[in-house]
């Protein structure tokens, strides 16, 4: 069967949120821009739509895969965050970290991160993807628009390979003038431990981020 090529549409069309929630509401992986990187985008409680997000990513399925929210109080809906104030999250968020939290039973698709009950949980600081996520009203799994192991993508043109495998690319040009040192991603940090934070990985802005959590009392579990 031939494969049929990816729309390709700019981010600030006056309907590219509307049209990306649509495809999102459909079962479809898409490609976002956020505000770290490109990322591979699906709706995280269809089944369906995991499935081929792993496909296309090649990817292991012991290795989790983020969800992207659109409001702290949706933090708090699909991630256990009730030891978490308020006035963290919200100077942890919208920004580059992923926040790793024990997951609620709303988020019941067995697809998602299957090896772990924990999820990580994202609010870009990127107006686009939000207003997605906001449309849709459900979280939307995210990871970054690659084939595993290889770099994370500032602009569509690194990831044209696969394009045939999406429904849709969603263009908002060239990411952070495409320095290479923006290629980590956001940072990931373990919440889910009462007054403490594990470091998963180190991405933008990692040193304002453990200052935050310093400054909020938090201790390294290292």
């Known amino acids: 069967m031939k494969l049929k090529m990816a729309s390709i549409i700019p981010s600030d069309d ?26 591979l985008a699906c709706s995280a409680n269809c089944r369906e739509a995991i499935k081929t997000l792993y ?14 929210v ?31 939290l024990e997951r609620t039973k709303l988020l019941d698709n067995p697809y998602l991160n299957p090896m ?3 999820i ?21 799994a995210l990871t970054s628009a690659n084939s595993s192991n290889e770099p994370s993508s500032l602009s569509i043109n690194e990831f044209n390979h696969l394009f045939f495998h999406l429904a849709a690319v969603f263009d908002g040009g060239v990411l952070h003038q495409g320095l290479d040192k923006n290629r980590s991603g956001s940072t990931v940090v373990d919440l889910s431990n009462i007054g403490y934070y594990n470091i998963i990985r180190k991405g933008i802005s990692y040193e304002n981020i453990v200052q935050t959590l310093h400054d909020n009392g938090l201790k390294s579990v290292s």
């Open 14 to 39: 006056s309907k590219a949120c509307l049209l990306a929630a649509q495809y999102l509401a459909k079962g479809k992986v898409i490609a976002v821009p956020t505000d770290t990187i490109y990322g």
């Open 55 to 68: 496909a296309i990513k090649g990817r292991d399925s012991a290795k989790p895969v983020a969800i992207c």
């Open 70 to 100: 659109s409001s702290i109080a949706d933090v708090r809906k699909w991630g256990e965050a009730r030891h978490l104030s308020d006035n963290l999250l919200q100077q942890l968020l919208p920004g580059p970290v992923t926040i790793v």
């Open 116 to 118: 772990t009950a924990k």
């Open 120 to 140: 990580g949980i994202r609010i870009p600081n990127c107006m686009f993807i939000n207003s997605v996520t906001k449309t849709l009203d459900m979280p939307v």
